[in-house]
C-alpha cells in the first residue's frame, strides 16, 4: 500500500524559496509517476509538476511555474521534492503530492494522494 505524506509547508514572502517534500512509505516511488498539485482557495485542483522513471526520466511542469519550481526524486529515501523558487502570491495553495501508474497530468491519474501541505506567500 503506498501512503505519501508531504512536508516542507510555510509562510514565505514574495520572492522567497521553500521546498516540498513527499515520502512513499510504500511501494518504490520510481514504479510510479510522482506529481504535485495544488488547489487554492475556491478553485479547482490544479497539475503543477511530474516525474515519471520507467523507460527513461520525464519531468513537465505546467506553465504557471515552469522556470521557477523543480521536481526531483531521491531513490534511497523514497522521497519526491518541490523546490519552489520565485515564489508569488498567486502560489498560495494547498499542495499535493500524487502517485499513479499513469503519467498524465489529471486528477484522475493518480491513485494515491497525500493529506496536502499549506502554502503561503505575502506580498
Known amino acids: 500500500q503506498v501512503q505519501l505524506i508531504e512536508s516542507g509547508g510555510g509562510l514565505v514572502q514574495a520572492g522567497g524559496s521553500l521546498r516540498l517534500s513527499c515520502a512513499n512509505s510504500?511501494?518504490?516511488?520510481?514504479?510510479?509517476?510522482m506529481a504535485w498539485f495544488r488547489q487554492a482557495p475556491g478553485k479547482e485542483r490544479e497539475f503543477v509538476a511530474r516525474?515519471?522513471?520507467?523507460?527513461?526520466?520525464?519531468?513537465y511542469y505546467s506553465d504557471s511555474v515552469k522556470g521557477r519550481f523543480t521536481i526531483s526524486g531521491d531513490s534511497g529515501k523514497n522521497t519526491v521534492y518541490l523546490q519552489m523558487n520565485s515564489l508569488r502570491p498567486e502560489d498560495t495553495a494547498v499542495y499535493y503530492c500524487?502517485?499513479?501508474?499513469?503519467?498524465?497530468?489529471?486528477?484522475?491519474?493518480?491513485?494515491?494522494w497525500g493529506q496536502g501541505t499549506q502554502v503561503t506567500v505575502s506580498s
Open positions: 500524487a502517485a499513479g501508474s499513469t503519467g498524465s497530468s489529471s486528477n484522475a491519474g493518480y491513485a494515491y
Open positions: 510504500g511501494r518504490t516511488f520510481s514504479t510510479y509517476t
Open positions: 516525474i515519471r522513471w520507467l523507460g527513461g526520466v520525464r519531468i
